[in-house]
Each structure stands twice: as structure tokens, then as C-alpha cells.
């Protein structure tokens, strides 16, 4: 699967017209007057883990929050509190994600906690809406398989403490525990997006955005 991803993904960059269902951001202006073209966070090129889930009130999420902080600095992984507003300052699309589930605009009683597992890894964001839902993804293709499978297991260590949890391994890590095989699908995103760069010398990356969410590609055409 990640390998059709990545053919679609060299579709897109090689071809505008192509509708491969992969969503597609445009950024109106550069430094050089050249607008880019950005296949955004939620391509999904890169090997990412998706998750939801829920918690029972507000004490349950604070102790979520609590042992995810525990955990991430346990990992030497900064973890800081999010809540409100700021959650739409810091990710717009943790707030996107809330908004949807909640069907409010009105952030003033979600919160929860941002972990940034490594610099080329997405932070983790566990952050709630008022009715205890969350919905998220992290991308690791960047950080490594050992980032993956600390992220991974952080996130099997916090299950006890939600009502349900979900997520979606990409890499087949936690289905499988198998970290050869991890690794052999890192690598294989790896050749395929160092392919596509040198079939188009204008495609760049990965590229980090300032709010932490990562590129794989971006082109100037």
C-alpha cells in the first residue's frame, strides 16, 4: 500500500490533472514568486499512525495526560499542556479534528497534551473535546523505525486508560511486532520518494512546517 501511495503521489507531482484521491494544498506565494505546489500532511506518503478514541470525563483525560507526560519523558520527549484557543494556534488540524467531532467550533474545553518525539517525527497530540473524543495522526517515516515503535507503545500503554482506543498502524508494527518488517517498509518509502526527486529535480523534501506537521514532497511547478 504505501508503494500505490507513493506511485500516486509521483503522479500528482509529474501530472496536476491527476486525481489519485490524494488531498492536495496550495501555498499562494514563495520568496522566489514561484507558488508551490505542497501534497499535504494527510497524503500519507510517509509512514504514519492514526488513532481515535474516547475517554470517560474530564478526570480520565487529565490521568491520560498525566501518563502520556510520564511516559514521553521517560522517552527524554518534551511534553507540554494544550488547551483551547491555543490548540488552534499550535495545530489546525488537532483543532479540525475536534471541531468535527464536537460539530462546535468552540474550543474552550478541549485540552491535552503535545509530544514531540523527535525532530523529524509529527508531535503526538492526545488533546480532547468536551465530550472526551479524540482523532489524530502522527507521521515517524522521518524519525526512524525506533521512533515508531516508542510512539507505538506509548500510545499501547495509555489504552488501559481511555474507554476505547483505536489506531492504525501504517507500518504493521503493532499489528505484527515484526520490526524487520517495519523497517523494509520505511525503506521502501524512502527509495520511492528519492525516486520521484530524481525523475523531478524540483520536487523537494521532506519539508516541516512550522506547526510541526511534515511534507514529503513539494514542487515548485
Known sequence: MRHIALFALSFL???PQAH???TIHFKGSASDGQAFLLLGPQAHAG???HFKGSASDGQAVERIAEKACALAKS????CEQLSGEDIRKADGIT?????ENEKSPDLAGAKGVVIRPHEMSEPLYLVFGTSGRIQNFVKTQFAGAEIHIKVVELLEQLKPFFTSLEFEDEGGYAQTKDKQRLAREMEGVDVMIAKIKRDRPDAQGPVKRPDGRILDLVSKK
Open 13 to 15: 507531482l509529474l501530472g
Open 20 to 22: 489519485a484521491g490524494i
Open 47 to 49: 509512514i504514519t499512525i
Open 75 to 78: 522517552n527524554q520527549w518534551s
Open 95 to 99: 483543532a479540525k479534528f475536534i471541531v
